[in-house]
């Protein structure tokens, strides 16, 4: 792949918003430079996208031209003929990647775009890819290209053609603002047309979260002794307290209380400095820290070269110190949570430390809850002298069944979820006091699909929402009808139904997505927005856990990949059994991707040594082995009842050899059944019928014994049954010493074992594909 970053870019404005950009594959800018110069400032652009520039680096004379009136700098590429980056310096917030892909076959096109993809941050900084990728309209919707990008987050900005064969060679993809006033004029110079955008930047405001404000009571500048005297002498006399009303004496009290400490210790503001903690830190360090300030003071001071070698010496020191000293804390840690998600979790985010958001950190700074003016500890300390006034309320309180109104009030307000809802919607709050859930789904299938035209199908569905929006208002639950989706899942190809059924005096129509239990479902069953949304997460889990790598053991990181990252690939992943392999491509790439983290290697280092020591299955075959463990555990285990109606065993009306193998009944596609269902059973009968027949016992000493060898063997590919592998002295030798552990193995059940499988008698000798299954 040819990656060029080429762009001409004048300084801009703070306040400037609106960024106009450029794209022309010039095709040699060698005789062009002057046009292009004048090009830019006709067209008044920010920054100027160049492809195919054919600049050597002996060609001097047209950097010069081009950086005559703005920033340029270019570095051409080894090989071949043009190319190269230039590197911009700009006020603006915003990445510009410039590419070219020569025509011909994609290759190792979309890996390598994965990988240069992936070195930018996963948050809102404005993203732009732009270029020359010679793929044309009917093989970019196939070549997998718009599904990776989108995983990123860049939203595809359609044109005119940009080529005067009239395809659309020349892609602009951005993030997260889709660009504006595109147009596409034609150069007679060049077989490509310039393409001038518009970006709209998001304006950042400017926080300074370095010192916070906090209010406070010093309450260690008065006496006890003195609150309550003063306390006391604004109270009127006990039986006149007594004869007031029970609100009124609780105001009363309540006041007199406020007034001295307003009086006696007054709210005062501190600024204190945000800095994070290091536990990592011990004395020695410390101490060495204490020195490096001191040799940075008297190198400042004196200005000599012998304080300087010092200072920096003691500065090499002490940052290979902390960086070991930081590894081994975190390394401790992750390994001692390794089996608690939540603490893992936390460690990881205490280990980025990200800084707050500047558009949320207003909400929480400026709504600290001032100083009480009845703190606890103060009026527990004069709680003798006001016991009859307290006793007072109490026995009122109890007496008229009565809590007075000021202990009625909450400390904490509820606020709005964004700043931009309506302030009259309850809803628009959190907490609300009367939804304990947020969302509830509820899902409801159509055997047939003419059943769906009938105009009471509707109504019906209606009057059911009702009913159970009845019975939570009668529990104290509330439906949120902005929350709740339709989804219409059609068995067979057919244009969308005008289906819409009403709730709450809501009407709500089919969507084309729906979430549930973490799993995005779309009315087509192709997963795509599932596959996206898990892309998208675990690249940036993949982008924090590069952040941090340094600190990072091997170890650790595997903890963290595996808990982090893997787990989302193999969360309900036995839905996209029967996916085309294209389909699924984003899932292994970011396997891929998660491999050489571990190691600590560089991103392009091959996979599949990595992903073999690490027993990492690919994903198509993780997707195959849930399904058979599914279906082994619905003939033999503790699976559901609902999954063992659908797994029956096939038994034949006459003695047959392929009695023996343990096959399941294929189901008949005639069956009048759910469409799942049936992919399901077609899935788990075809591969539960092509693995070993030793795989399809119940799990017993044998399980026992291949479970003990897998540490001692390979990941391959499931799972047919194959040639077995031979285990070497050291794997017998240790193999044996597993069985022996166990005094229910003995091994006659090995060689046992071997025989059935009509395998040499041999008693170590066991297929290494078994041993990757049964775990």
């Not at 309209?137 to 900005?157: Q, V």
């Not at 064969?165 to 034609?186: A, I, Y």
């Not at 307290?390 to 964004?418: E, W």
């Not at 596609?669 to 539960?688: F, M």
């Amino acid at each position: 792949m040819f990656l060029e970053t080429s762009s001409t870019l004048p300084l801009l404005s703070q306040s400037q918003t609106v960024v106009v950009g450029g794209l022309w594959n010039c095709q040699s800018a060698v005789r062009k430079a002057d046009f292009i110069s004048a090009l830019a400032s006709h067209y008044s652009f920010d920054f100027l996208a160049l492809t195919e520039t054919w600049i050597s680096p002996q060609n001097t004379a047209t950097l010069a031209a081009l950086s005559s009136a703005y920033t340029f700098s270019h570095l051409p590429r080894e090989s071949g003929r043009g190319g190269g980056t230039v590197s911009v310096t700009s006020p603006i917030n915003l990445f510009i990647i410039v590419i070219y892909r020569p025509p011909g076959p994609l290759g190792n096109f979309l890996d390598e775009m994965d990988t240069l993809l992936s070195v930018f941050p996963s948050d809102s900084t404005p993203l732009t890819v732009l270029g020359d990728f010679n793929l044309p309209s009917d093989k970019l919707h196939s070549s997998g290209l718009l599904a990776l990008l989108n995983s990123f987050a860049l939203s595809f900005n359609s044109c005119p053609p940009t080529h005067k064969e009239g395809n659309v060679l020349d892609l602009v993809f951005t993030h997260p603002s889709p660009v504006t006033d595109m147009t596409v004029t034609p150069l007679h110079i060049s077989d490509h047309h310039l393409v001038s955008f518009s970006i709209t930047l998001p304006v950042l405001p400017k926080c300074n979260s370095q010192h916070l404000s906090l209010t406070r009571r010093n309450l260690h500048s008065i006496s006890p002794s003195s609150v309550a005297s003063c306390t006391l002498s604004s109270l009127p006399d006990h039986e006149s307290f007594s004869s007031l009303p029970l609100d009124s004496a609780t105001d009363t009290l309540l006041s007199s209380l406020s007034s001295t400490m307003d009086l006696l210790c007054p709210l005062s503001t501190i600024r204190r400095k945000n800095s994070s903690t290091a536990p990592w830190l011990s004395d020695v360090l410390r101490n060495n820290r204490r020195e490096l300030r001191s040799a940075a003071r008297k190198w400042k001071k004196s200005k000599l070269d012998t304080d300087l070698i010092s200072y920096r010496t003691l500065l090499s020191k002490f940052s290979l110190d902390v960086t070991s000293a930081k590894t081994s804390f975190y390394k401790e840690k992750l390994e001692t949570s390794a089996q608690d998600p939540r603490k893992l979790h936390n460690i990881f985010s205490s280990l980025l430390n990200p800084p707050a958001p500047p558009k949320i950190l207003p909400l929480f700074t400026q709504r600290r809850l001032r100083g009480s003016a009845r703190p606890s500890p103060m009026l527990q300390t004069i709680s003798p002298d006001l016991l009859p006034f307290i006793t007072t309320v109490i026995n009122g309180s109890l007496t008229s069944g009565h809590v007075p109104t000021a202990f009625k009030k909450a400390r904490v307000i509820p606020i709005l979820k964004k700043p931009a809802l309506d302030p009259s919607d309850i809803s628009n709050y959190r907490p609300e006091s009367w939804n304990l859930w947020n969302s509830m789904g509820m899902v409801c299938f159509l055997p047939g699909w003419s059943l769906i035209s009938d105009t009471t199908t509707s109504a019906r569905i209606s009057a059911c929402l009702v009913d159970i929006s009845s019975w939570m208002t009668a529990h104290q639950l509330k439906i949120n009808p902005s929350k709740t989706e339709l989804l219409i899942i059609p068995g067979d190809p057919s244009p969308a139904q005008d289906l819409a059924i009403s709730l709450s005096n809501s009407m709500i129509s089919p969507s084309a997505t729906a979430r549930n239990l973490r799993i995005t479902m779309d009315n087509q069953l192709s997963f795509s927005s599932h596959v996206t949304n898990v892309t998208r997460s675990c690249r940036f889990l993949l982008y924090n856990i590069r952040r941090i790598r340094p600190f990072l053991s091997t170890q650790a990181t595997q903890v963290l990949v595996q808990s982090l990252v893997i787990s989302r690939l193999d969360y309900c992943n036995s839905l996209l059994a029967g996916l085309p392999l294209n389909a699924i491509r984003p899932l292994q790439m970011i396997q891929n991707a998660a491999a050489p983290l571990v190691f600590n290697l560089p991103k392009f280092s091959h996979t599949t040594s990595l992903l073999r020591s690490l027993h990492w299955l690919p994903v198509a075959a993780r997707i195959r082995f849930n399904t058979l463990m599914l279906a082994y555990k619905a003939k033999n285990g503790p699976a559901p009842s609902y999954l063992k109606a659908l797994v029956t065993p096939r038994t034949a009306p006459r003695s047959l050899r392929s009695t023996s193998t343990a096959r399941l009944v294929p189901p008949s596609l005639r069956e009048k059944d759910l469409r799942d269902r049936i992919v399901w059973r077609h899935r788990s009968e075809e591969g539960y019928r092509n693995i070993s027949a030793a795989l399809k016992v119940p799990m017993s000493t044998v399980a026992f014994i291949i479970h003990k060898w897998r540490k001692f063997g390979t990941t391959r590919t499931l799972p047919r049954a194959g040639r077995p592998a031979k285990l070497s002295d050291r794997e017998r030798r240790a193999l044996v010493r597993e069985v022996t552990k166990n005094p229910m193995v003995t091994l006659k059940e090995l060689q046992r074992f071997s025989v059935e499988r009509g395998e040499p008698s041999r008693r170590t000798t066991i297929s290494t594909n078994q041993a990757c299954m049964i775990e």
